[in-house]
């Protein structure tokens, strides 16, 4: 029942002040030129869409309609060593040398304004706060609502609207300090989590499960051959889907690959990377709310049977803010102890499933 188990929300109005525009004089001009090019090419008008709006639309929501068992909290800023577990000074200190500028830092479109650092410190640090939480048994699960995210951003780079890779952050943080020895990251957007791929690639302390678009989807990394390397190999799992994959593909690979692969290493603590990008509304892999429900309950039994529960959850992309809203909603309701529905084939989107409605009218096999 909704209620019998506690969520601690992480959030801070701070994360809102990243806010890029695209009408403004962007460093360095080389890079600027590139980005209006791939601009242009597009046919419509173009806003950054990693805005602070989609953080709002979370919280309205869930004032809106609030949830029992779930308590909402601000965790304060990552520290520069904190951050640098998992990103190079040369990285970190480029980055806070941005601090009150605009720039662009990556031709991907990965841009900050005056306020993105304080905001992207208060993501890691978020992220930190989550895992301790749930680590010190303050909460049963608890779910970093933060911007901007991290996946894609590796340890020498931002990219991919990324700056920080919050999910590491908060991972390598469970490892320097609370005592964590193994660590299974769950990566569920749309997107492959390249950057946490590369952070904990030769590491055999950390699991990193990664089920994403196949290429050549952004970033076009993730194929299933890459098994991590030295004594980390074995240690990435990538299973790359296609565009339509759906709730099904994903619980299969959830049920066939995740749960025996987290049967193995044994973990005793679990992040998950949650996008929401995943959403049948929102760029690919056809998802409905009932499946982001299903493999939330999937990866809080995995917690239950493991390690007593301890789940954290961080928030990375999600661009259809109705289905990145009520995604989340979604989310917590089951973590604070909601019932799941079953899964039935919910086809691809509606225009085809109307398609094969229309074929299925056509030939009736009964
Ligand atoms: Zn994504």
Redesign the pocket.
């Known amino acids: 029942m909704i209620g019998d188990r506690s969520v601690t929300v992480f959030y801070d109005e701070v994360m809102l002040g990243h806010n890029p525009q695209v009408d403004l004089p962007y460093l360095p001009s080389r890079v600027e030129k590139r980005v209006r090019t791939i601009l242009e090419g597009l046919d419509f008008k173009w806003s950054y869409p990693e805005h602070p709006g989609r953080l709002t639309a979370i919280m309205d929501l869930l004032k809106e309609q609030p949830i029992a068992g779930v308590q909402i909290k601000a965790g304060p800023h990552a520290t520069y060593n904190q951050l640098a577990r998992v990103h190079t000074s040369a990285h970190l200190d480029h980055l806070f040398s941005l601090e009150g500028q605009r720039a662009w830092l990556d031709r991907d479109t990965t841009a900050v304004s005056p306020d993105s650092i304080k905001a992207a410190t208060s993501a890691a640090g978020n992220a930190i706060a989550a895992v301790e939480a749930v680590v010190k048994g303050e909460c049963q699960s608890a779910f970093a609502l933060v911007r901007p995210?991290g996946h894609h951003a590796e340890p020498v780079r931002s990219r991919?609207f990324c700056l920080f890779n919050n999910v590491a952050v908060a991972a390598a943080h469970a490892q320097a300090k609370l005592g964590c020895k193994r660590i299974l990251i769950v990566d569920w957007?749309?997107?492959h989590g390249n950057g946490t791929q590369d952070i904990f690639w030769a590491d055999p302390d950390v699991l990193f499960f990664d089920i994403h678009c196949a290429a050549p989807f952004y970033p076009g990394s993730g194929k299933l051959e890459d098994v991590g390397a030295g004594l980390g190999e074995g240690y990435t799992v990538n299973v790359p889907v296609p565009g339509d994959a759906g709730d099904l593909a994903f619980e299969k690979a959830f049920q066939d690959i995740l749960i025996p692969a987290a049967e193995r290493f044994e973990p005793d603590l679990i992040l998950v990377s949650a996008?929401f990008?995943p959403h049948r509304n929102d760029?690919a892999l056809n998802l409905t709310y009932d499946g982001f429900a299903v493999l939330t309950r999937m990866a809080q039994d995995i917690a239950d049977r493991h390690c007593d529960g301890k789940l954290a959850m961080v928030l990375?992309?999600?661009y259809n803010l109705t289905a990145l809203s009520r995604g989340v909603h979604t989310v917590l309701e089951v973590l604070a102890g909601g019932d799941v529905p079953e899964l039935v084939e919910c086809g691809l989107p509606e225009v085809m499933t109307a398609a094969e409605f229309h074929r299925d009218a056509f030939t009736d096999d009964d």
């Open positions: 995210p991919g957007d749309a997107h996008g990008d760029m990375e992309g999600g």
